[in-house]
Structures are given as C-alpha cells and as structure tokens.
Nanobody, 119 residues
Framework: QVQLVESGGGLVQAGGSLRLSCAAS????????MGWSRQTPGKQRELVAS???????NYADSVKGRFTISRDNAKNTVYLEMNSLKPEDTAVYYC?????????????WGQGTQVTVSS
C-alpha cells in the first residue's frame, strides 16, 4: 500500500504559477512511477505529467513547456511546477503512484487538491 498526500493548490490569476507537492508513504520502494492528473466536473481524469523511478518524464501536449514534474527521492515527494497558468488549467489535481505487487500493477491516488485559475 502507498499513501499519497497532495498540497499546494489554490487560487491564482492567469499567467501566474503554483507548485503542487505530493508526499508518499508506505511501500515506497515498490513505486515504479508517479504522476499528476487533473479532472473537471463531467470530464474524464487526464494525465498531465508523469515521471519514472529513473527520472524520465512525459507531459500532455496541453501543458508542455509550462509544467515541470520532478521528484525528491530523499523526501519521497513529487512536485508539479505550473507556470503560465491558464483558466483552462482549473481542475482538481490528483497525484498517483504506480506499484507492482506480486507481478500485478496497481495505481494509488491521493485525495486531490483544487487549482483555480482566474482570468
């Protein structure tokens, strides 16, 4: 089991920046990758950024060049630096951790943190 706690959401004006944090606890050594997804009412959850245990990262086209995902292994924490925020970035942002348990992949989710970008 992995527990994830997000923080750092809030209200920001368009063009501003926010940094989200996600602290992981539990079976940390079994995490093979982590990511950030977002969801707005009535829409499917969208993966916006991910990072593997080796540090390779990927981004959704909608956030490339504006968002940066990073991890601090010593603190068991992953971050999402969000710059040049737009109103359409408004969503609940969820942290996730991918874990393989007895050969079966599992994805754990945090509780989510609200990001609101005003125009």
């Amino acid at each position: 089991q992995v527990q994830l706690v997000e923080s750092g959401g809030g209200l920001v004006q368009a063009g501003g920046s926010l940094r989200l944090s996600c602290a992981a606890s539990g079976s940390i050594s079994s995490i093979i990758g982590m990511g950030w997804s977002r969801q707005t009412p009535g829409k499917q959850r969208e993966l916006v950024a991910s990072i593997t245990s080796s540090g390779s990262s990927n981004y959704a086209d909608s956030v490339k060049g504006r968002f940066t995902i990073s991890r601090d292994n010593a603190k068991n924490t992953v971050y999402l630096e969000m710059n040049s925020l737009k109103p359409e970035d408004t969503a609940v942002y969820y942290c996730s951790a991918d874990v393989v348990i007895t050969g079966i992949p599992h994805r754990f989710w945090g509780q989510g943190t609200q990001v609101t970008v005003s125009s």
